[in-house]
């Protein structure tokens, strides 16, 4: 039986900014574009390996706001302290800052950042699992 894969799609007003953030910034790969699908133009950005990724879209003719709130996040947990510091040296190259999260159980053991649309991504360094979630 092959397992579900996640797909999380979100609109941008600028589909290049946003590629360059999660590849540059983040290690992530173009798995697919789409220019004029129905109206649409869209870039898919994951890991091969991994079975989930993100689709930023731009409806033509159509403006989006920035994120609604802070808390609007994408958490990427990163157990090893090394891949965990090379991400955050990677996000911070591009001029990036870290930013202070809504909720602060977010800087106990990760950063926050920005990206070009104000959405939060938190690189935690820590392993995602139910014990863990129990102790925090």
């Known amino acids: ?11 941008t007003n600028d589909l290049r900014k946003l590629a360059d953030f999660y590849t540059r910034g983040l ?4 798995l697919a574009r789409f220019e004029n699908h129905e109206g649409f133009d ?3 950005l994951g890991r091969r390996e991994c ?12 403006m989006v706001e920035r994120a609604p709130t802070t808390e ?22 591009l001029g990036v800052l870290s930013c202070a999260p ?12 920005e990206d070009p649309d104000g ?3 938190v ?10 979630m129990r102790s925090e």
Request: glycine share 6%.
């Open 119 to 121: 959405y939060r991504i």
């Open 51 to 62: 079975p989930w990724h993100i689709e930023f879209t731009h409806q033509h003719g159509v």
């Open 72 to 93: 609007h996040l994408l958490v990427l947990y990163l157990p090893e302290h090394h891949e965990w510091l090379a991400a955050v040296e990677r996000i911070q190259a």
């Open 27 to 30: 290690g992530f790969e173009v």
């Open 42 to 44: 869209g870039i898919v």
């Open 102 to 113: 809504e909720n602060p159980y977010w800087d106990r053991l990760g950063k926050t950042f």
């Open 123 to 132: 690189l935690q360094n820590a392993a995602w699992g139910q014990k863990s």
């Open 1 to 11: 039986m092959q397992s579900p894969v996640l797909r999380v799609a979100r609109p």
